[in-house]
């Protein structure tokens, strides 16, 4: 199965709205990576948080990490039009291995 | 700075046919790197990776290989293709176990 599962899997919130998203895994890990993929096209790397970090910030994007819970979430806050897109999480268990949640699309109405 | 390239974008083939899809990466030296392929509306299965020139290892069973001929070439094949072989192929590369760097993808159809 997955290692990473997203939460919730479509979400769909207005213009200026926060948008939050979760992420569970299984494995410990040296890092959790969030990436957001818009139509057709390929991930774009957002943000990477360490397991011994607990918060990270990056503009508009927050992401928090639990090892306890094996859980992290990402926060968009003020969100726009322009982040409509699906959001990955994205952990290593295995050296050189990356695993894919499933994703969670995220639609913002103008 | 860094590119990573695939071709090409589209494709539609005859079940049977054989396939061969291209990866190559700019601005880096000996990347580690992936495939993956992405079914419509669902997240990423890596199907194969790389961390040397002639070392892959595979993930999925199935009918689908990949090579890596030179540092930062990356080929994947088949010498059938199967509809179950559908989908939205996408090539990485890393340095580490850190960021991925995504390539634009090839979106495969089998009929």
């Known amino acids: 199965s997955q290692q990473g599962e997203e939460d919730p899997q479509a979400l769909s919130i207005q213009e200026g709205e926060n948008a939050t998203m979760n992420c569970s895994y299984k494995?410990?890990?040296?890092?959790l990576q969030w990436y957001r993929q818009n139509s057709g096209r390929g991930l774009v790397h957002l943000i990477l948080?360490?397991?011994?970090?607990r918060e990270k910030h990056s503009g508009r994007l927050r992401v928090t990490l639990d090892t306890s819970k094996k859980s992290s979430s990402l926060l968009i806050t003020a969100s726009r039009a322009a982040d409509t897109a699906s959001y990955f999480c994205?952990?290593?268990?295995?050296?050189?291995?990356?695993?894919f949640g499933t994703g969670t699309r995220l639609k913002v109405l103008a | 700075s860094q590119t990573i390239h695939q071709w090409p974008a589209t494709l539609v083939q005859p079940v049977g046919s054989p396939l061969s899809l291209e990866c190559t990466v700019e601005?880096?030296?000996?990347?580690?790197l992936y495939w993956y392929r992405q079914a419509a509306g669902r997240g990423l299965q890596l199907l194969f990776y790389?961390?040397?020139?002639?070392?892959i290892s595979s993930e999925v069973p199935q009918n689908l290989s990949a090579s890596r001929p030179q540092d930062r070439q990356f080929i994947l094949s088949s010498k059938k293709l199967l509809l179950s072989d559908s989908g939205f192929y996408l090539c990485?590369?890393?340095?580490?176990?850190?960021?991925?760097?995504f390539g634009p993808g090839t979106r495969l159809t089998v009929l």
């Open positions: 948080i360490r397991s011994n970090e």
């Open positions: 790389s961390v040397g020139i002639g070392q």
């Open positions: 994205a952990t290593v268990p295995q050296t050189y291995k990356y695993i």
């Open positions: 494995t410990s890990i040296n890092n």
């Open positions: 601005g880096t030296s000996n990347p580690n």
């Open positions: 990485a590369w890393s340095v580490s176990t850190d960021t991925q760097y």
